[in-house]
Nanobody
Framework: QVHLVESGGGLVQAGGSLRLSCAAS????????MGWFRQAPGKEREFVAA????????YFADSVKGRFTISRDKAKNTVYLQMNSLKPEDTAVYYC????????????????WGQGTQVTVSS
């Protein structure tokens, strides 16, 4: 089992920044990659970004490219999502996820999920 805990969400004005963190514990040696997804009210959970654990290759949804970055600290078993130039449409619950196979834009590829952290961007 891998246990994921997100932190760093909150309320920010449009144009502002937030950094989300996701700390992993448990059988972290089995982790091949980590991803961030988000879900707004009434909408499906959507891919935001992902990173491969060993090499650090990063992938982003078109909607966040150029504004968000993803990184990982292998020593701390933590992945970060730096969100800049935030827009009201970025408002959602953000979830961290871990995969033991390969990173992907689909939720089904991920074995473990955090509880989510709320990000609210005011206009």
């Amino acid at each position: 089992q891998v246990h994921l805990v997100e932190s760093g969400g909150g309320l920010v004005q449009a144009g502002g920044s937030l950094r989300l963190s996701c700390a992993a514990s448990g059988r972290t040696f089995s982790t091949a990659g980590m991803g961030w997804f988000r879900q707004a009210p009434g909408k499906e959970r959507e891919f935001v970004a992902a990173i491969t654990w060993s090499i650090g290759n990063a992938y982003f949804a078109d909607s966040v490219k150029g504004r968000f970055t993803i990184s990982r600290d292998k020593a701390k078993n933590t992945v970060y999502l730096q969100m800049n130039s935030l827009k009201p449409e970025d408002t959602a619950v953000y979830y961290c996820a871990a995969t033991s196979t390969t990173v992907d834009v689909t939720t089904g590829r991920y074995n473990y999920w955090g509880q989510g952290t709320q990000v609210t961007v005011s206009s």
